[in-house]
């Protein structure tokens, strides 16, 4: 995985979330989403970890990734739930997601050197 595919595939989460907001069709599963391995980052993370466990940078990404899937599976679940709530309160500016998408980026950007 190289750096511009992990920014891209990380980034379409927001496209996705916010389709399934004005269209809840069911095909997106919370218990899925909220893990943080199923993913193409996530399997690249999980796939390098023996590899770069030792690199404060790299654990940093793990966490932030898995957080990101938390809150993630966790909006989708609040759809599920017949919760109502605008685009910008799930994935705003000021969101606990826009929060962890871009500590995601920033986390891939100090280990952007690791991916190949």
Same mark, same amino acid.
């Given at each position: 995985m190289n750096y511009?595919?992990?920014?891209k595939a990380h980034s379409s989460w927001k496209v996705k979330l916010v389709n399934y907001l004005k269209n809840p069709d069911n095909s997106l599963k919370s218990d899925d989403i909220c893990k943080d391995n199923l993913c193409d980052?996530?399997?690249?993370i999980y796939? /390098?970890?023996n590899k770069f466990s030792s690199?404060?940078?790299?654990?940093k990404l793990k966490t932030i990734?898995?957080?990101f899937h938390s809150e993630a599976g966790n909006i989708v679940s609040r759809i599920h739930n017949g919760e109502k709530f605008?685009?910008?309160?799930i994935i705003g500016k000021n969101s606990k997601f826009n929060t962890l998408s871009q500590q995601v980026i920033?986390?891939? /950007?100090?280990?952007q050197h690791l991916l190949v």
């Open positions: 511009d595919e992990a920014v980052l996530g399997k690249w796939s /390098m970890e690199n404060n940078n790299f654990k990734h898995a957080d605008s685009e910008d309160e920033a986390a891939l /950007m100090s280990i």
